[in-house]
């Protein structure tokens, strides 16, 4: 089961918050500021990057003005330059949490999964209610297979924000890695009480629940899957898989057959396909659909003509 991607958090463009609160008195390089702050909320970036190049020449020591290029610049997926950025902000105010989240995030475009763990690390150090740190710094502890210590941040995240499918759709398929799976059908289960809109959460809880042998509740969660997602060979072959499970060969053949009509050239379906007429006594048509797999490169099918076809 393919993880999840990660989920960024967007950062917020400050103009009088965070870094604002330094300098009760505005600045004259305010008004670039806030200018290019405007410019990258629209996506104008380059305007916007030129605006806070501006603000960087008057004031070299201003933590607003770096952090927010520095925001920009991870937009634009300059990642290395935003990390330079942040690592200004960092020298200037090395206390508060939002700079070391950022830099942590601008790593992981960079797939340094290492330093961004120490910077979310950091963060929550300095904000323990932080759950998108934990949440990210979990995702990135999974992408590395460290399920344990994954599962642990994403109960944090939600220890601080109950109401977060991602972190339990993330936790789910930690759990799912672990083959705890009925700990992930019912995480999957939050996930999906929290948001009905994701068709990835429906699909991965009847992998769940097929990995139980709960056919049935799998083949529910798949035709959801598909009737979000129509297209979605995937979905079509899990439920086609489960539906052969319990020997419902006639439904099993309609749903390869739903494959076959969006993507012709399916030599797994194709064979899948055949193996069900065959359980249904159509020989023929079976031995049809596996000429046509060993013609696609398909040994298996190979194999069961050898068995089932006559010559």
């Not at 604002?20 to 390089?29: H, T």
């Not at 297979?145 to 109950?162: C, D, H, I």
């Not at 396909?273 to 659909?289: F, H, I, K, P, T």
Request: one cysteine or more; glycine letters at 6%.
């Amino acid at each position: 089961m393919r993880k999840a991607a990660a989920i960024l958090i967007s950062f917020i463009l400050f103009s009088c918050g965070v870094f604002g609160q330094f300098n009760p008195r505005a600045k004259p390089n305010k008004i670039f500021i806030d200018s290019g702050i405007l410019k990258a909320k629209l996506g104008d970036y380059g305007a916007a990057l030129k605006d806070l190049d501006k603000a960087i020449e008057m004031d070299t020591a201003s933590a607003e003005a770096f952090f927010n290029r520095g925001v920009v610049r991870y937009e634009i997926k300059d990642y290395h330059g935003a990390i330079d950025d942040f690592n200004h902000v960092l020298e200037l105010r090395q206390s508060y949490p939002e700079p070391w989240f950022s830099r942590a995030l601008a790593k992981d475009g960079l797939k340094d999964y290492d330093g961004a763990i120490k910077d979310y690390t950091k963060a929550v150090a300095l904000k323990a209610d932080y759950p998108e740190a934990y949440h990210n710094k979990a995702l990135d502890l999974m992408e590395m297979g460290n399920y344990t210590e994954a599962v642990m941040n994403f109960s944090r995240a939600l220890q601080y924000k109950p109401v977060f499918p991602e972190a339990y759709y993330n936790r789910a398929l930690c759990r799912y890695h672990q083959q705890d799976y009925t700990a992930a059908v019912q995480d999957f289960n939050e996930a999906i009480r929290l948001d009905t809109s994701q068709a990835d959460y429906f699909a991965s809880r009847g992998a769940a629940r097929a990995a139980l042998s709960q056919y049935e509740d799998a083949i529910i969660d798949f035709g959801f899957v598909i009737s979000m997602r129509p297209a979605d060979i995937q979905a079509h072959m899990n439920k086609a898989l489960a539906q052969m499970y319990l020997k419902q060969y006639e439904d099993a053949v309609k749903t390869y057959t739903e494959v076959t009509d969006l993507q012709p050239g399916n030599d797994e379906a194709l064979t899948n396909r055949g193996v069900a007429l065959q359980y249904l006594g159509r020989n023929e048509e079976a031995c049809s659909d596996w000429d046509r797999a060993v013609e696609l490169g398909n040994d298996k099918a190979r194999s069961y003509i050898f068995k089932y076809c006559k010559k």
